[in-house]
């Protein structure tokens, strides 16, 4: 089978993988030279700790072919570093107690260990905190190298190609006429394109039950030690489905957030990049138009956080960003996969999950649509 795939994000990517995989043959087109959207501005981190129920075993599933992935792709820069949510009050302490006797801990690699124990695990952690819930399922990839090292291995390893700054412009009768004019036919036509929800996507597709978020992250220079886990702290159980219980309805009442926290909807997120520098955020907002400025206030109060939890100050802030994801609305859905007809699928909204589960659902995808 020949198939197009228009859109060079992981979405698009990881169903080129799955694709080629299964022995068809590939092309993916994508309008900018590289991808530059959700794709590239995000932690890389295949978060299972966070995930709801029911999205617990396509995590899982996700960080198993994630490794896989790595192995054969050592330029992916998979880890399976784990995570350490950094608890601040008894109330947070709480959370995780209660999550950790769940039936599900250990499935999600779920502990909780007292400050001498995370300072084992890791030693960078010198600030102030009373426990932290380990969650050894996490992992990280390199956001804005995994991509073309995963095109790279396609390109040698199969029947693959990438066009680059190539727009698609319609889709009619198995073919994809691009922005010059050249036409593209496919047995099967996999429109993957992020968080543009207009132009070709609606015209193929509809309104779609999605919507667009907006984060703000920031990069440093290198730490100079090793950061051997990601770290998140308790506002990240405001935020993640999974920690949803009696006593985050507690901490909800007995504890607001900071009102910095609470204005740009935030959580504290940070891994280590193979480079050594720290990548921070994240901020939400759902309401368009979007501002086109970022804002410092979420930056000064999340590099404090940082700086608690380590005990020292941050090296340099050097790169700040806002990005945009595309967000499935339907409750219990992992993405919108939409059928269009005459051999034309849409698959988008993921939402922040994208980086983790984008490798299972393309496998979905294969199986759903009969690769």
Same mark, same amino acid.
């Given at each position: 089978m020949?198939?197009i795939?228009?859109?060079?994000?992981?979405?698009?990517?990881?169903?080129?993988w799955?694709?080629?995989?299964?022995?068809?043959?590939?092309v993916?087109l994508?309008r900018?030279p590289?991808?530059?959207?959700?794709?590239?501005?995000?932690? $890389?981190?295949?978060?299972?700790?966070?995930r &709801?129920?029911?999205e %617990?075993?396509? +995590? #899982? /599933?996700?960080?198993? !072919?994630?490794?896989?992935?790595?192995?054969?792709?050592?330029g992916?820069?998979?880890?399976?570093?784990?995570?350490?949510?950094?608890?601040?009050?008894?109330?947070?302490?709480?959370?995780?107690?209660?999550v950790?006797?769940?039936?599900?801990?250990?499935?999600? $690699?779920?502990?909780?260990?007292d400050?001498? &124990?995370v300072r084992? %695990?890791?030693? +960078? #952690? /010198?600030?102030?905190? !009373?426990?932290a819930?380990?969650?050894?399922?996490?992992?990280?990839v390199?956001?804005?190298?995994?991509?073309?090292a995963?095109?790279?291995?396609?390109?040698?390893?199969g029947?693959?190609?990438?066009?680059?700054?190539?727009?698609?412009?319609?889709?009619?009768? $198995?073919?994809?006429?691009?922005?010059?004019? &050249?036409?593209?036919?496919?047995?099967?036509? #996999?429109?993957?394109?992020?968080?543009?929800?207009?132009?070709l996507?609606?015209?193929?597709?509809g309104?779609l039950?999605?919507?667009?978020?907006?984060?703000?992250?920031?990069?440093?220079?290198?730490?100079?030690?090793?950061?051997?886990?990601?770290?998140?702290?308790?506002?990240?159980?405001?935020?993640?489905p999974?920690f949803?219980?009696?006593?985050?309805?507690?901490?909800?009442?007995?504890?607001?957030?900071?009102p910095?926290?609470?204005?740009?909807?935030?959580?504290?997120?940070?891994?280590?990049?193979?480079?050594g520098g720290?990548?921070?955020?994240?901020?939400?907002?759902?309401?368009?138009?979007f501002?086109?400025?970022?804002?410092?206030?979420?930056?000064s109060?999340l590099?404090?956080?940082v700086?608690?939890?380590l005990?020292?100050?941050l090296?340099?802030i050097?790169?700040?960003?806002?990005?945009?994801?595309?967000?499935?609305v339907?409750?219990?859905?992992?993405?919108?996969?939409?059928d269009?007809?005459?051999?034309?699928?849409?698959?988008t909204?993921?939402?922040?999950?994208?980086?983790?589960?984008?490798p299972?659902?393309?496998e979905?995808?294969?199986?759903?649509?009969?690769?």
């Amino acid at each position: 089978m020949r198939v197009i795939i228009v859109g060079g994000g992981v979405i698009g990517t990881t169903h080129a993988w799955e694709a080629v995989r299964r022995g068809h043959s590939v092309v993916q087109l994508e309008r900018e030279p590289e991808a530059r959207g959700a794709t590239v501005r995000n932690f $890389g981190l295949v978060w299972v700790s966070g995930r &709801a129920p029911f999205e %617990l075993e396509a +995590a #899982l /599933r996700a960080r198993e !072919l994630w490794e896989q992935i790595g192995a054969q792709v050592p330029g992916v820069g998979f880890r399976p570093a784990g995570s350490l949510t950094l608890l601040r009050t008894p109330d947070e302490v709480a959370v995780a107690e209660e999550v950790a006797g769940r039936p599900d801990a250990a499935a999600r $690699g779920f502990s909780v260990l007292d400050p001498d &124990a995370v300072r084992a %695990l890791n030693p +960078a #952690l /010198r600030g102030k905190f !009373l426990a932290a819930l380990h969650c050894s399922r996490d992992a990280a990839v390199e956001s804005r190298q995994a991509l073309p090292a995963i095109r790279e291995y396609l390109a040698g390893a199969g029947d693959y190609t990438f066009r680059p700054g190539t727009e698609a412009r319609s889709v009619q009768g $198995g073919v994809v006429v691009d922005d010059r004019g &050249a036409r593209h036919g496919g047995d099967l036509i #996999l429109l993957c394109a992020g968080a543009a929800h207009n132009g070709l996507v609606r015209e193929v597709a509809g309104d779609l039950p999605v919507r667009r978020v907006r984060l703000q992250m920031m990069q440093t220079d290198p730490l100079g030690e090793p950061l051997t886990t990601a770290i998140a702290d308790g506002d990240s159980f405001r935020y993640y489905p999974a920690f949803g219980g009696t006593s985050l309805d507690l901490l909800r009442r007995n504890e607001p957030q900071d009102p910095v926290a609470e204005e740009n909807r935030m959580q504290l997120l940070c891994v280590q990049r193979l480079g050594g520098g720290l990548t921070i955020g994240d901020t939400h907002e759902y309401d368009e138009p979007f501002p086109v400025d970022v804002q410092e206030a979420p930056y000064s109060y999340l590099a404090g956080v940082v700086e608690g939890f380590l005990g020292r100050p941050l090296p340099t802030i050097r790169q700040r960003w806002a990005g945009v994801y595309s967000q499935c609305v339907e409750p219990g859905e992992l993405v919108c996969r939409v059928d269009a007809g005459d051999g034309v699928w849409v698959v988008t909204g993921p939402g922040g999950r994208g980086m983790t589960l984008a490798p299972a659902i393309a496998e979905r995808s294969a199986d759903v649509i009969g690769l």
